[in-house]
């Protein structure tokens, strides 16, 4: 690259302020339903898919993934 068409530092100007617009989705939701969680007792999937406003098989596939991180663990249902 040119030295002289190099890009300033910061913000690139395509992106607009809204907080909307700069999020990540998927990330968003991921940690919408972390949130709903930790604000819980525990929660069964069909619970937590209804109090995050996601459907059962996104909080299935986020929370797999919180567990193979170790962040959660799944309990059997009693």
């Given at each position: 690259?040119?030295?002289s068409q190099k890009r300033s530092r910061g913000r690139p100007r395509a992106f607009s302020a809204?907080?909307?617009s700069t999020t990540i989705?998927?990330?968003d939701r991921a940690l919408h339903i972390l949130k709903t969680l930790a604000a819980s007792d525990?929660?069964?999937?069909?619970?937590?898919a209804e109090a995050?406003?996601?459907?059962?098989?996104t909080v299935y596939r986020v929370l797999?993934?919180?567990?193979?991180h170790g962040m959660v663990e799944f309990q059997p249902a009693t």
């Open positions: 690259m040119d030295p809204t907080p909307e989705q998927a990330l525990g929660m069964s999937l069909t619970e937590l995050s406003g996601q459907s059962p098989a797999s993934t919180y567990e193979a």
